[in-house]
């Protein structure tokens, strides 16, 4: 079993870039660092090199979230260009820096039927699959329900097109379902997807409830003491499996909580 934790992005008490985020990140204990592209990919090849050796001689597992902006069931033409760009850029610098995957939000089903949708964003990642990164193609579960990505679209999507792997959000699959997650069945339906390290995000979320109040819509990201969800439950679960994976903390205090996460499954037993 092998478990991997740390931070979207560089740590609160960092005082510099990326590079020193990474670094502080191990003398943290801490050993996976997302690389946030949210906004834009604006980091220069040259740059995304030089990272990669950092986190390399620090053993720290990189990944990438790839631009909010990224839409797979865009009907204009434009937009789905752009969007193709900010993923093929994104596979790009993480190439270069030896990154495990790239992640992103699928998309939204707009006017478009679930069925529809489905084609659409298939029919883009099996053209970006073929754009020969060693970097995988990660799709995160979406937190709200007019977005096209729940759980059962990512693994549907992976098994359908290579070099694509499913990607959880514990948190939006909490929010999404309004308040309410089952580990354990989340992680047997994700195991039905064969992978030798799973890659997931983790924090507490606010959120609004939809439908009646059946299912939700995330709001924001909160740190792990508001407790929902709860984190030693899932902790639990993983262990049981024996899983390998990583686990990056989206809580507004990013490291803070990773350190807790670590805590919890050291109190479980587990040696990092």
């Given at each position: 079993?092998?478990?991997?934790?740390?931070?979207?992005?560089?740590?609160?008490?960092?005082?510099?870039?990326?590079?020193?985020?990474?670094?502080?990140?191990?003398?943290?204990?801490?050993?996976?660092?997302?690389?946030?592209?949210?906004?834009?990919?604006?980091?220069?090849?040259?740059?995304?090199?030089?990272?990669?050796?950092?986190?390399?001689?620090?053993?720290?597992?990189?990944s990438i979230h790839a631009?909010?902006?990224?839409?797979?069931?865009?009907?204009?033409?434009?937009?789905?260009?752009?969007?193709?760009?900010?993923?093929?850029?994104?596979?790009?610098?993480?190439?270069?820096m030896e990154a495990k995957?790239?992640?992103?939000?699928?998309?939204?089903?707009?006017?478009?039927?679930?069925?529809?949708?489905?084609?659409?964003?298939?029919?883009?990642?099996?053209?970006?699959?073929?754009?020969?990164?060693?970097?995988?193609?990660?799709?995160?579960?979406?937190?709200?329900?007019?977005?096209?990505?729940?759980?059962?679209?990512?693994?549907?999507?992976?098994?359908?097109?290579?070099?694509?792997?499913?990607?959880?959000?514990?948190?939006?699959?909490?929010?999404?379902?309004?308040?309410?997650?089952?580990?354990?069945?989340?992680?047997?339906?994700?195991?039905?997807?064969?992978?030798?390290?799973?890659?997931?995000?983790?924090?507490?979320?606010?959120?609004?409830?939809?439908?009646?109040?059946?299912?939700?819509?995330?709001?924001?990201?909160?740190?792990?003491?508001?407790?929902?969800?709860?984190?030693?439950?899932?902790?639990?679960?993983?262990?049981?499996?024996?899983?390998?994976?990583?686990?990056?903390?989206?809580?507004?205090?990013?490291?803070?909580?990773?350190?807790?996460?670590?805590?919890?499954?050291?109190?479980?037993?587990?040696?990092?």
């Amino acid at each position: 079993m092998e478990i991997r934790l740390g931070p979207a992005g560089i740590p609160t008490k960092t005082t510099g870039g990326t590079d020193q985020g990474i670094i502080d990140v191990a003398k943290m204990g801490l050993n996976a660092f997302e690389v946030e592209f949210v906004r834009g990919v604006h980091m220069s090849p040259e740059v995304a090199k030089k990272i990669g050796i950092i986190a390399r001689e620090n053993n720290v597992s990189l990944s990438i979230h790839a631009p909010y902006f990224i839409n797979l069931c865009q009907t204009d033409n434009v937009k789905l260009s752009n969007s193709k760009r900010w993923i093929i850029d994104s596979l790009d610098r993480g190439r270069l820096m030896e990154a495990k995957l790239i992640v992103f939000h699928p998309g939204a089903y707009g006017k478009l039927s679930k069925d529809e949708a489905f084609e659409r964003a298939r029919d883009v990642c099996e053209e970006l699959s073929k754009h020969g990164s060693d970097c995988k193609i990660g799709l995160e579960t979406v937190g709200k329900a007019g977005q096209f990505g729940n759980l059962d679209e990512n693994i549907r999507l992976s098994k359908a097109v290579k070099n694509v792997v499913p990607v959880v959000d514990f948190a939006h699959i909490y929010a999404r379902n309004g308040g309410h997650i089952n580990y354990g069945a989340v992680l047997d339906k994700w195991m039905s997807f064969h992978m030798s390290h799973y890659h997931s995000h983790f924090s507490c979320i606010n959120f609004t409830t939809v439908k009646n109040g059946v299912g939700g819509n995330e709001k924001n990201h909160m740190p792990l003491i508001a407790g929902q969800p709860h984190f030693k439950d899932l902790a639990k679960e993983i262990i049981k499996r024996k899983m390998n994976i990583t686990i990056i903390s989206e809580s507004p205090v990013l490291e803070q909580d990773s350190l807790i996460m670590k805590k919890e499954f050291q109190a479980l037993g587990v040696k990092f």
